[in-house]
């Protein structure tokens, strides 16, 4: 089993800055994608930011500019920089991998429990 743990969610006036961090950890051979998501109050859960095993990165276009995803494939962490805060990042914000657990095993899907992030404007 593979649990991910997130930190770093918080209140911030608009215009801030916050740094989401997020750690896999248990039966980990290696981990792929990784990445965030969020989910405003009545809204879907959509996509903010991922990053392949090799760096490749994605960003949703509402954040892109603003936010930066970064990740450590030897401790297997992910992180989200964001700035320039706005009202509509509040969300609870997910992190998400794929990991493989074993050498030939098949990916699975992992989700942390989620952190609330709030922007004041």
């Known amino acids: 089993q593979v649990q991910l743990v997130e930190s770093g969610g918080g209140l911030v006036q608009a215009g801030g800055s916050l740094n989401l961090s997020c750690a896999a950890s248990g039966r980990i051979f290696t981990t792929n994608l990784m990445g965030w998501y969020r989910q405003r109050t009545g809204k879907q859960r959509e996509m903010v930011a991922s990053?392949?095993?090799?760096?490749?990165?994605n960003y949703a276009d509402s954040v892109n500019g603003r936010f930066t995803i970064s990740r450590d494939n030897n401790k297997h962490t992910v992180n989200l920089e964001m700035s320039s805060l706005e009202p509509e990042d509040t969300a609870v914000y997910y992190c998400?991998?794929?990991?493989?657990?074993?050498?030939?095993?098949?990916?699975?899907?992992?989700w942390g429990q989620g952190t609330q992030v709030t922007v004041s404007s």
């Open positions: 990053i392949t095993y090799g760096g490749h990165t």
């Open positions: 998400h991998a794929v990991v493989y657990g074993a050498v030939g095993a098949p990916p699975s899907d992992y």
